[in-house]
């Protein structure tokens, strides 16, 4: 999608201009290491595009864009600690590179900044701004501390994990653009109408990457298939699965969740995912957010001809790893 | 001190006021609990005294005084995990009562809290309240590593050491002023001014607790006299020790560092500080940063009538264990 480079290449020059002092360089290494380790920025490029669609200048929104990609990075160097994760973008992880405080600290300063670059918006819009992020940022840490209360959880239900996936990453997507449409002065109700074209893209990602982790072609997937069943990870495909599942069935991947052959496992259990049609209500829910997302985005009175960006970024972010 | 309970009455209103959902539960308990901790709310009285200096009233600078605050103990629950501390005012510390994990979750979340309360302020003074906040909470966050680097550090200079209790601790109490006196439209010079009264009362009063761990009144000191000698700890009272002794009393300290006995070693240790005169080095240090202070208070063109508060708390600071 050669369209979204020339987004990056404003995001990357914004991210390269942030202070980064030397010292103390415990502080300011790993940031300036975490930050350069790429990743899609979709989070800021949507915050540039929604500025855009209200007819602002893409410019005029891009220290609240880098502001929310910061955010993210945050969160990353945060969870990557709580989640005990090694690797990150196939890098080292800041708490294994460098130390948990360390890892603890710069996430702080990296959190800090964010709100440096949102200060660096019009004074006009800061009220606004920060009402969105504010927010935001109180459900992400929501939605992560949902996520580690349901590794202990064995009653998790569909909604409560759906609630979780939103509050975790979803909302972000929400804001980001939302960001952008405050900038370009958008009036409340379409603000509010592009929130929920993001938020529940969003979702419908999330899914797909549940979907994704068993049924991606192996080939083209980042990382191992089927590592969520391997580790018996709470996810949509196997919630849906249990709830759909007869006594059998559900005795079955009992069974299987303490089968150590990994590639048995992952063969026995898409068998009977297969036979209960956990793939297809999946795969059904997450089209009804894609639906809801594009319903929200048609409200907005603008030509469709504007919308198109969010359309592609969207189309592109479904197909995506498949 | 009784004047201080009007503001506290006031402070407490405001705390109990911040919104702490229910659920989930183990991101908000651990707020609750910690910001009912009590301490002495210094910080957030400060704000409202640099709003009433300039003849504003209290009440509006409540929201931004306990940002503050609550601020100061956002880094006081991700310090404890840093510094595995067990206890704080006399109780389990956030990541001892429930984990590791929580603690940094709960804490990214209070400062969320913080920035909230700040923008509860009018709109007017946004952009400058969040420079302020913002470049403070970044140094605060640099004062904390330094102190974490100097651990593993023979080198430490007595102007390092200063700089890292300046930024460690005292900035967040010139901010707490100066956010008081932004909020009562005071005019750049005199916002410095009041700035640079509250960091050097701030770093007089870090100097008087390295002082006082040493020479405290054991019936009068809430903790064990001696604690910094007995754990080595670098001090100012240490590294003022070790510029002014002579060979002789150099190697008396290298040999007592590791001395088992810790009566022998905290008796020993002040023997030799009384002959090198290293009190009285760290007591002139504190002086000069408290006549600092006072001389920038008495450059702020207001009847001195009106600074009383600030040089009756700043007294009562100074003073307070001894």
Not at 39 to 51: D, N
Not at 129 to 136: H, Q, V
Not at 251 to 258: C, T
Request: proline fraction near 3%; glycine fraction near 4%.
């Amino acid at each position: 999608m050669n369209e979204l480079e020339s987004y990056s290449i404003l995001i990357e020059q914004e991210i390269a201009s942030i202070d980064l002092p030397q010292s103390p360089s415990n502080l300011y290494d790993p940031l300036r290491y975490f930050m350069t380790l790429g990743g899609k920025r979709m989070r800021p490029i949507l915050t540039l595009m929604g500025a855009e669609l209200f007819g602002t200048n893409r410019a005029e929104a891009i220290h609240a864009a880098v502001a929310v990609e910061v955010f993210h990075n945050f969160t990353l160097i945060h969870d990557d600690i709580m989640d005990e994760a090694p690797l990150r973008r196939n890098q080292e992880t800041v708490h294994v590179k460098w130390n948990q405080n360390i890892a603890i600290l710069s996430g702080d300063v990296l959190f800090v900044k964010a709100y440096q670059l949102l200060a660096m918006q019009q004074g006009a819009h800061l009220p606004a701004l920060l009402e969105i992020f504010n927010k935001t940022a109180i459900e992400v840490c929501e939605g992560q501390q949902m996520d580690m209360d349901f590794e202990s959880r064995n009653d998790v239900s569909i909604p409560e994990y759906v609630e979780m996936i939103r509050l975790k990453t979803s909302v972000l997507l929400g804001c980001a653009l939302e960001m952008g449409a405050v900038i370009a002065n958008a009036s409340k109700e379409n603000r509010h109408l592009l929130y929920e074209f993001g938020q529940h893209v969003g979702i419908a990602f999330q899914i797909q990457d549940d979907i994704l982790d068993l049924y991606a072609d192996p080939d083209k997937f980042g990382k191992q298939v089927g590592g969520d069943v391997i580790s018996n990870k709470k996810t949509l495909l196997n919630l849906k699965a249990m709830e759909l599942a007869n006594a059998e069935q559900k005795s079955q991947l009992e069974r299987l969740s303490s089968e150590q052959d990994a590639v048995l496992k992952v063969e026995q259990t898409k068998k009977i995912y297969s036979e209960i049609g956990a793939k297809e209500s999946c795969e059904a829910e997450m089209q009804e957010h894609y639906t809801f997302a594009m319903n929200a985005l048609s409200q907005i009175q603008l030509p469709e001809e504007n919308k198109k960006p969010l359309v592609a970024l969207a189309d592109y972010l479904m197909v995506r790893n498949s």
